[in-house]
T-cell receptor, first 115, second 116 residues
Framework: DAGVTQSPTHLIKTRGQQVTLRCSPK?????VSWYQQALGQGPQFIFQYYEEEERQRGNFPDRFSGHQFPNYSSELNVNALLLGDSALYLC??????????????FGQGTRLTVV | AQKITQTQPGMFVQEKEAVTLDCTYD???????LFWYKQPSSGEMIFLIYQGSYDEQNATEGRYSLNFQKARKSANLVISASQLGDSAMYFC?????????????FGKGTSLLVTP
């Protein structure tokens, strides 16, 4: 049973460029959340997608956008990259946005470096 | 304001010993959930243990137990019989409220090093 897979694993971009990160959820999961983890920090919630719609959003600018496809996979897009966008981007999937104890399964992340 | 506080940036423990990682939280909700995740150098966040705010007993999962003190708003992770493979970053996280949207709020983490 494949877990959460993310691609690419590493990426180097130049300031001002745009980037797309991809995530395939764990088999059977229909909800995908994205987190940004800066060096030495805990993950910060960006947004969550369910039924191809953004359900909740954290405190991130509009440069961060996403999409969920009918097969539940998801993309995170970041426009006009800043040096401060350099981080590990984690995708987490879960089975329906259920109760308080809904476990989120994480991928290994995409390490984005902006130069 | 920080909702999850982990005051120990780094911890050392000898193999086979027990270690406690501290976590305090801040919420005005009555319904919330507390999680601990392990993050090895590979980057993946691995779920360890969950405690619900209404759970009367402390959660346990194998060598992991959660020391839940609701009045003090603390949810410390206890790892018994530490193993070399336990060396990693450990994050405490909270999910709040009925309509929270299921986002997890993470602390800054504690780096644990298990020595032979």
């Amino acid at each position: 049973d494949a877990g959460v897979t993310q691609s690419p694993t590493h990426l180097i971009k130049t300031r001002g460029q745009q980037v797309t990160l991809r995530c395939s959820p764990k088999s059977g999961h229909d909800t995908v959340s994205w987190y940004q983890q800066a060096l030495g920090q805990g993950p910060q919630f960006i947004f969550q997608y369910y039924e191809e719609e953004e359900r909740q959003r954290g405190n991130f600018p509009d440069r961060f956008s996403g999409h969920q496809f009918p097969n539940y996979s998801s993309e995170l897009n970041v426009n006009a990259l800043l040096l401060g966008d350099s981080a590990l981007y984690l995708c987490a999937s879960s089975l329906i946005p259920g109760g308080m104890n809904t476990e989120a399964f994480f991928g290994q992340g995409t390490r984005l470096t902006v130069v | 304001a920080q909702k999850i506080t982990q005051t120990q940036p780094g911890m050392f423990v000898q193999e086979k010993e027990a270690v406690t990682l501290d976590c305090t939280y801040d919420t005005s909700d009555q319904s919330y959930g507390l999680f601990w995740y392990k993050q090895p150098s590979s980057g993946e966040m691995i779920f360890l243990i969950y405690q619900g705010s209404y759970d009367e007993q402390n959660a346990t999962e194998g060598r992991y137990s959660l020391n839940f003190q609701k009045a003090r708003k603390s949810a410390n992770l206890v790892i018994s019989a530490s193993q070399l493979g336990d060396s990693a970053m450990y994050f405490c996280a909270m999910r709040e409220g009925v309509d929270s949207g299921y986002a997890l709020n993470f602390g800054k983490g504690t780096s644990l090093l298990v020595t032979p």
